[in-house]
């Protein structure tokens, strides 16, 4: 079981590493989009020491066209392969919520699907209580994605 993290950047099939790393490697993927805006280049944000501008999508033309990009990307994902992508965010202003980073949402759902797939698995002949798991990236250089690989691998995030 894999899951792959794509961003901005990686809303392709043909040539994304990770995806292509997962693929080979594992027998079910989870494409995972997290929308985390509080955590993509806003001053104040992690990883952002310095910035004196706004560097995130959020609230410009670039966030419309992502919308765009996944949609196509989804409805591509069913299509060809019979797969879905996962959306995954909260609102950080919603009401009594401490909103969730990327790490968390991507462990979380990988957690998900394995709690699923070792219920599924019981009473079959061949029982595996453990399914592997692990999470794909591409690398990026950006202060504020570094920080959210770092925070990803420091919560025990099986790497890919």
């Not at 990883?47 to 989804?74: C, F, N, P, V």
């Not at 950006?142 to 959210?148: G, L, N």
Request: hydrophobic letters at 40%; a negative charge.
């Amino acid at each position: 079981l894999g899951a792959v993290w794509l961003r901005c950047g990686d809303l392709r099939l043909s040539d994304n590493p990770a995806l292509h790393e997962a693929a080979s490697a594992c027998d079910e993927v989870l494409l995972c989009f997290c929308w985390c805006p509080w955590e993509e280049g806003k001053p104040g944000g992690p990883g952002s020491e310095g910035l004196r501008q706004d560097w995130s999508l959020e609230g410009t033309a670039l966030q419309l066209l992502m919308a765009e990009a996944l949609q196509g990307l989804a409805a591509r994902v069913r299509e060809e392969y019979g797969n879905r992508l996962l959306i995954l965010g909260q609102d950080p202003a919603a009401p009594g919520t401490v909103a969730p980073g990327a790490a968390e949402l991507l462990l979380e759902a990988l957690e998900a699907r394995r709690q699923h797939r070792r219920v599924a698995a019981q009473g079959e002949e061949e029982e595996d209580d453990e399914v592997e798991a692990a999470v794909y990236w591409n690398r990026r250089a950006e202060p504020w994605e570094r920080r959210r690989e770092v925070d990803l691998e420091r919560r025990g995030a099986p790497p890919g």
